[in-house]
């Protein structure tokens, strides 16, 4: 089982002296991350996270899911950004299409992603009757969008269950000493797990934070941190002639260096569209800033050919493609033949659902490198719990190669912090009356026009 990464369908767009010329940089970056220097050196905890999680607390995610499994009908996981997206990721990629609608399964819901209202009140409605479990997640403890989804429902556990039995189904994923969520679960004797602090929210995925409703949803976390230290040792030489990983961040410096501007994602299977959004947080967050950096956009295919295909064809000369790729469809449908044979598809017959879907990514590749779009090639084997698992060191690598070479901090975010402030100012939170001033000046004067 593996991922590989090839990018012969890229070369008539460079010479493979580009590649040969990045073998220096790729070596003095892989250097920098694995010496712990550079900027961001503070968040590293992910390099070898596969090798050095903490096992005691593994177990301790493995026996919370189960009894979460055995308490409650669904769990509901209130988290945003890094903190929601892995999990999120992982269940639709690996689950049943339709995992909750499945006898026997124990629903995953989500919240906390938002702050809309009818969200929430849908959210409720579906919960009416059922059992539930809630893990919140938060590494700083205090960002909107969760903090004021646990609110509600802390009130709506404590109201359906009382305080006492609310306490036994509440389980907290945050920082390991500070925060306010890390103050409240103190208080509450909420059972908790660690984020490291060493560890961003978009490089999390295979901590608590994403292990936790993965285990819930019935997937194999074992199997998950195994393809994930596969990856680590994979990874792990500076020799860009054989790391794919570094290959693939290199390739993408050298089309963002020619005037390429957006990287589309591209699946053609439903199951990896969360797994494109989280692959976006990952490299929009680490790579946008300082006015620098592909941007991350996603499209899965064929669904999207119908939409976006026209522009990716014969719009502006933006892109580069990833396209990732499941070899092998675990599922075979073979086409029947139709004795009338009236929509004219007799030519499929015998043919499985998959062939026809690879023969429409072939083609759609094809397409696109006469449309001048540089593509590149992820491939898994198969998708299952080890292949994710290697997955997400790989992007996770080669993300902190990627922005290594273009000059960045891969690390930090300081760019989010400015709607907040907007919002906390017009929302009149103490401490930003002077923010709230200038943006009433402003609003004033844009209505004056
Ligand atoms: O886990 P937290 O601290 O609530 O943060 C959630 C997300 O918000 C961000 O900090 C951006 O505001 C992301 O980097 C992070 O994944």
Request: charged share 25%; hydrophobic share 35%; glycine share 8%.
């Amino acid at each position: 089982m593996s991922v590989t990464f090839e990018y012969t369908n890229a070369m008539s767009f460079m010479k493979s002296t580009e590649m040969d010329n990045f073998s220096e940089f790729v070596k003095s970056a892989h250097n920098q991350i694995h010496g712990q220097r550079g900027p961001g050196s503070d968040y590293l905890g992910w390099v070898n996270w596969p090798i050095e999680y903490d096992r005691e607390e593994f177990e301790r995610v493995k026996s919370a899911a189960s009894r979460i499994q055995q308490q409650s009908d669904a769990l509901i996981v209130i988290g945003i950004g890094g903190s929601y997206l892995g999990s999120k990721a992982a269940i639709e990629a690996l689950s049943h299409t339709f995992h909750n609608q499945i006898d026997g399964n124990t629903e995953v819901y989500f919240a906390g992603q938002n702050i809309s209202s009818i969200y929430i009140e849908n959210l409720l409605h579906v919960l009416e009757g059922k059992d539930i479990s809630i893990n919140v997640i938060s590494k700083s403890g205090t960002t909107t969008e969760p903090a004021l989804a646990f609110r509600i429902f802390r009130e709506f556990m404590e109201k359906k269950y009382g305080e006492e039995e609310a306490r036994k189904r509440i389980y907290v994923t945050t920082d390991k000493t500070e925060g306010a969520l890390r103050t409240l679960a103190t208080e509450e004797g909420y059972e908790t797990f660690v984020i490291p602090e060493d560890i961003g929210g978009r490089y999390s995925v295979l901590t608590p934070v994403g292990l936790l409703p993965i285990a819930v949803a019935g997937l194999d976390i074992d199997q998950m941190m195994a393809g994930a230290e596969a990856s680590y040792h994979k990874y792990n030489n500076p020799d860009i002639a054989t790391n794919g990983s570094y290959q693939y961040a290199a390739v993408r410096n050298i089309f963002n260096s020619k005037g390429k501007s957006i990287e589309l994602l591209v699946t053609y299977e439903p199951g990896l569209h969360y797994v494109a959004e989280w692959w976006k947080q990952l490299f929009g967050e680490s790579e946008g800033k300082d006015v620098k950096g592909l941007f991350p956009a996603s499209v899965n295919f064929t669904t999207d050919l119908h939409s976006m295909g026209q522009y990716v064809q014969e719009g502006r000369r933006l892109f580069i493609e990833t396209v990732l790729q499941i070899k092998k469809s675990p599922v075979e449908r073979t086409i029947q033949a139709d004795a009338n044979n009236i929509d004219g598809l007799n030519f499929l017959t015998g043919k499985t659902m998959d062939e026809v879907n690879k023969m429409a990514a072939l083609g759609t590749t094809l397409a696109h490198i006469d449309g001048d779009v540089p593509n590149l090639l992820i491939e898994l084997d198969e998708l299952n719990e080890y292949t994710f698992g290697e997955l997400v060191y790989f992007f996770e690598k080669a993300c902190a190669i990627s922005g290594t070479l273009l000059g960045v901090n891969p690390f930090d975010q300081p760019g989010v912090e400015t709607y907040k402030k907007n919002m906390f100012a017009l929302l009149g939170k103490d401490g930003y009356e002077e923010e709230r001033k200038q943006l009433e000046e402003r609003l004033a004067e844009i209505t004056k026009h």
